[in-house]
């Protein structure tokens, strides 16, 4: 039966027909002129919100040395790769900023990839950076993924977290960032050509190519595989910046053969004398990454590297006191919590340095050694009689320390 013309109302608001000066008819449900015209109020508004946010973002943007002041606090030492850093990620959105004319200088886009030993900070510094700038950021391993069809990720699920960075704000995700840790462990496994497919190797660095370039990826909005019934969102990454991040182990002895030394040994003739044995990485080229397994393709998608100096002595002690999230401030925050005062003898730390250089493990080395040095203390004093302050001395370290399984480690 037919509803009467008198007891048709708006599905929003409740009003009548009477009471309006438009019903619109819909499917089983109606709606009147003034709800269509807040409707499109509340629409205006938002999508001003949201020009408005972009344009903040540009204009908020950091000059390269004040967002380098800022990975200063956080980041000792890798000033190169800092400055590196600051003024690629500076220059991309002075890109994006640009109005192309006809006759104007098109900037193209700087990707980067950073090479450094385990430990020395290249994701730190990726962490640091996505802190200070207002665009979306997100950091994706490349040891998951794999080529299309094998189980694995695809290279489209590193945009999906980008779109989960920006609330899947696709306008907004287009002028982001993406760091993509561990590129090394996607190298072409042999040069010698095989009847078996490389698809977690040479056929990822293959899928990254057109997406580190720039085009339209369809990205699936959940992550995870592909369906045919799936709504794709599509993406255009020519205004993403990728950096790419990794250790690279065992390239400095190519090279070392590219620059006719050696990495042990005493032989070094008169023209080599001033090559740096120790630091072989700030001699890195493209020439050397290809040699590693990467293919050209992918390195000329990436032309500006830049690497990070291994971590000496004076380094490791620095990063153990000094950063705003210092190792020390970390323990002395959480002992805080228990009304308790904690300090460390100076040699503490110099034992600290000491043991992270024998095991070579970068500043990652450094909370091991920490940790077991502070577990006792940390398991025994919230439940043992109150204190108020408590000093850690060497030969309380030292006494841990030998008690641990941190000493049974060889360093190969």
């Known amino acids: 039966m037919a509803k009467n013309t008198k007891d048709i109302k708006c599905s929003f608001c409740g009003s009548g027909k009477q009471d309006s000066l438009m019903l619109i008819a819909g499917l089983d449900a109606h709606i009147c002129d003034k709800c269509v015209s807040q409707a499109s109020q509340i629409l205006t508004e938002e999508l001003s919100l949201r020009k408005n946010k972009n344009a903040q973002t540009a204009a908020r943007l950091l000059k390269p040395i004040e967002i380098k002041d800022h990975l200063d606090q956080y980041v000792i030492g890798q000033e190169q790769a800092k400055k590196v850093l600051s003024v690629a990620v500076y220059n991309h959105y002075k890109r994006l900023n640009q109005k192309i004319d006809k006759d104007e200088v098109e900037i193209e886009k700087s990707n980067i990839i950073m090479v450094g ?31 299309a069809g094998y189980v ?53 660095q293959q899928a990254l190519l057109k997406i580190l370039e720039g085009t339209i990826v369809n990205v699936p909005p959940q992550g995870g595989r592909k369906h045919p019934d799936q709504k794709m969102i599509p993406v255009n990454t020519n205004n993403i910046l990728f950096i790419c991040g990794g250790a690279f182990d065992g390239i400095e002895k190519k090279i070392a053969k590219r ?14 004398q001033e090559v740096d044995l120790e630091n072989l990485y700030k001699y890195i080229t493209p020439q050397d990454l290809k040699s590693f397994g990467l293919i050209p393709e992918l390195i000329g998608r990436l032309p500006i590297v830049t690497h990070l100096n291994p971590l000496d002595r004076a380094t490791l002690k620095s990063i153990l006191s000094e950063p705003k999230n210092s190792l020390i401030k970390q323990y002395q925050k959480l002992f805080d919590y228990e009304g308790i005062k904690l300090d460390f003898a100076p040699e503490v730390l110099d034992f ?4 992270a250089m024998e095991f070579k493990l970068g500043a990652r080395g450094l909370r091991s050694i920490c940790e077991a040095i502070m577990m006792d203390a940390m398991f025994e004093i919230p439940s043992g009689e109150p204190i108020n302050e408590f000093f850690i001395t060497l030969s309380y370290a030292e006494e841990k320390f030998d008690k641990s399984d941190l000493k049974k480690l060889k360093v190969a």
């Open 117 to 147: 030993e385990t430990g020395t900070g290249k994701t730190l510094l990726a962490k640091t950076i996505a802190k200070v700038l207002n665009v979306p950021f997100c950091i994706c391993d490349a040891t998951v993924l794999t080529e």
């Open 152 to 204: 694995g990720e695809d290279v489209e699920s590193i945009l999906t977290r980008l779109l989960q960075a920006a609330d899947y704000d696709v306008s907004a995700a287009e002028r982001g960032i993406v760091y993509i840790d561990e590129v090394d462990k996607i190298a072409r496994k042999s040069d010698n050509p095989s009847i078996t497919r490389d698809v977690s190797g040479e056929g990822v």
């Open 259 to 272: 620059l006719r030394t050696q990495t042990l040994g005493y032989k070094v003739e008169k023209e080599q």
């Open 352 to 355: 600290v340095v000491d043991k």
